[in-house]
């Protein structure tokens, strides 16, 4: 693995600039590897490791730089709980660690660096510094993973019978007989605009 500097770095690219919860997306990630044993997530094991993310912020970006997973090679998944939480899962041996951001580092920052007033400034070095265990808690979880959440998983495609348009990875809906899609099922997260 690469040294938090060198991931800082990455993350700062990747995202446009280092903030708070870079500095806590990338310590994340990086703890979750060690557990896991993984040393070498984006060469030699890099098959091996799918992450859910539980938050659309900051410290998901830096997640996916240290783990190399994203989204589109499908080994990146995304929970919207609101939480600066992942889940790291070894797909090759089944475990997975789950790890939350406490809320007590917070507070922890401001009485680690009282001395700087801006509270970004204040949290990016405290989360530098302080310890695993005062920034996050751990545990050993169970994910179960069917085959069509694995990176490279290739099935069969549906088509909608309302829209006509094609849907992967079994993430159509069956209703009253009917294959559908979840947005004309009723799941949309958008509706048309009236003509």
Known sequence: MKSLDEYLRDAETAHGHVCAGQVLGVRLA???LRMLGIDDPQGRDRKRLVTFVEIDRCATDAVAVVTGCRLGKRALKFRD???VAATFVDVTTGKAIRIAAKESSKALARQTHPEIADKNQQQMLAYREL?????FSTQWVKVDLP???FPGYKGERAVCEICGEGINFRREVRLDGKVLCR???GESYYRPMSE
């Open 147 to 149: 085959p069509e959440e």
């Open 131 to 135: 310890s695993d265990n005062d920034l």
């Open 183 to 185: 947005g004309c099922a």
């Open 30 to 32: 990086m703890l979750g």
């Open 81 to 83: 709980w609101g939480k």
